[in-house]
């Protein structure tokens, strides 16, 4: 406890928070970052209590019980809960909608402090410790946390590409393409409301320019973070120790080893239909327009 005390009075620890909806090119940014020596990440670590309880995998390619990383983090850790319950997020819902909430109060801290205290003491040299769990109510959570000081990231993707990719059933379950755009909205839509509210430093990465102009963007990161990327992130991509819990496709170890650099992913526009298409660009219509208007 004591330890944890001496902590507060001398820093916060630096979270770089990775936000927005899956499929939105979050793995990318992830492997990207943690070429940089300074930043370590820990992949979708609100997942941690249930990858631990069922063994999953983690990224370094090992179980997570067989995981030297994650073995010596768990040691001594008690339960990591997510306080967020119902009632708050019915105070999340109010301080985004009604304009005079100020903050949110919520009763328990996220025992989360706990685990990236952890992290953090065992590897002293880095600064950044990364999340990428994407969820906007996490980011809400983490931002109350007086103890953590939050370098949020969000990234919006083209809505058809986003549903193409929850719809063809490539990674995880296929989910129907019109409900994966409705949830793109939502997701977006909730994620610029906090944005605006927040009023506190973010990055916002459109991931197609990303793609399209890798250097400019990687730019706009090291400036952000005050970091340097290195320009052969390629190779290192490869390389990295990388512990990230929950890993999607290309996070895996052998699929690392295959990194070919940054690529504008277009095969969606081959894949769906014109009205498919036509749908997704409707949506994405509606939303500029709303966060425009608001
Ligand atoms: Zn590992």
């Known amino acids: 406890m004591w330890e944890i005390h001496k902590v507060i009075k001398m820093e916060k620890i630096k979270i770089i928070y990775l936000s927005g909806i899956g499929r939105s090119g979050s793995t990318l940014i992830d492997l990207l970052l943690s070429t940089n020596q300074k930043i370590f990440s820990v992949g979708e670590v609100y997942q941690y209590q249930k990858v631990k309880e069922d063994n999953l995998m983690c990224s370094c390619g090992k179980k997570f019980n067989n995981c030297d990383f994650w073995k010596q983090i768990s040691k001594d850790l008690c339960k990591i809960i997510n306080h967020v319950n119902l009632i ?8 985004l909608i009604n304009p005079i909430s100020k903050n949110i109060n919520f009763k328990n801290n996220s025992s989360n402090y706990e685990l990236f205290y952890k992290i953090k003491k065992n590897n002293s040299k880095i600064n950044f410790i990364l999340d990428s769990s ?5 980011l809400i959570e983490l931002d109350q946390d007086k103890r953590l000081e939050i370098y949020n990231i969000s990234i919006i993707r083209n809505c058809s590409a986003v549903a193409n990719s929850f719809s063809s059933g490539k990674q995880g379950k296929k989910k129907n393409y019109y409900i994966s755009t409705i949830k793109w909205f939502f997701v977006n839509y909730i994620m610029f409301k906090y944005l605006k509210k927040r009023n506190k430093r973010t990055l916002l990465i459109q991931y197609e320019d990303f793609c399209k102009h890798p250097e400019k963007e ?12 290195s320009k052969n992130y390629s190779e290192k991509i490869k390389n990295i120790e990388y512990h990230g819990l929950v890993p999607n496709r290309i996070a895996k170890i052998k699929n690392r080893k295959l990194f070919s650099g940054i690529k504008y992913d277009e095969k969606w526009k081959i894949e769906l239909s014109q009205f498919k298409k036509s749908f997704g660009t ?3 219509k509606i939303l500029n327009y709303i966060i425009k208007t608001n």
């Open 282 to 284: 409707i949506i994405e």
């Open 88 to 95: 708050d997020y019915l105070k999340m819902t109010n301080y």
């Open 218 to 229: 990687i730019l706009r990161i090291e400036k952000y973070l005050k970091i340097k990327i």
């Open 134 to 138: 994407k969820d906007i109510a996490r």
